[in-house]
């Protein structure tokens, strides 16, 4: 099917794509294929359904690089925070060790 996805279609695939991440962390792509062909009555790719939501993280990426995530897209708020933690706790780890490095640099002088 190569029309455009419809709104309602692309709200159902942001919904189930969200609930299987918070599930399992894991999207479900051939099962989200096969209960949008039961719900919506649309037969669409793994591939597109993909291509749909990945067109919305870079969208909201872009339009949110120096402001606050909205409430409404949780999925993405924990994955900025996330990357967040990542990156202060490799800042605080290399600051442990030039603190340690100097110490132990500085006992030897």
């Not at 294929?33 to 359904?49: C, H, P, V, Y």
């Not at 990357?83 to 442990?96: A, F, G, I, P, Q």
């Amino acid at each position: 099917n190569h029309e455009p996805f419809s709104q309602e279609e692309k709200n159902y695939i942001y919904e189930k794509a969200r609930n299987y991440q918070k599930t399992n962390n894991k999207i479900q792509w051939t099962k989200l294929q096969a209960e949008m062909k039961m719900k919506i009555g649309k037969f669409r790719s793994r591939n597109d359904l993909k291509n749909i939501c990945n067109a919305k993280k870079r969208r909201f990426k872009a339009e949110n690089r120096v402001e606050m995530v909205p409430d409404n897209e949780d999925e993405y708020e924990s994955e900025y925070v996330d990357e967040l933690k990542t990156k202060m706790s490799l800042y605080m780890k290399m600051n442990m060790l030039l603190i340690k490095t100097n110490i132990q640099f500085n006992s030897f002088v």
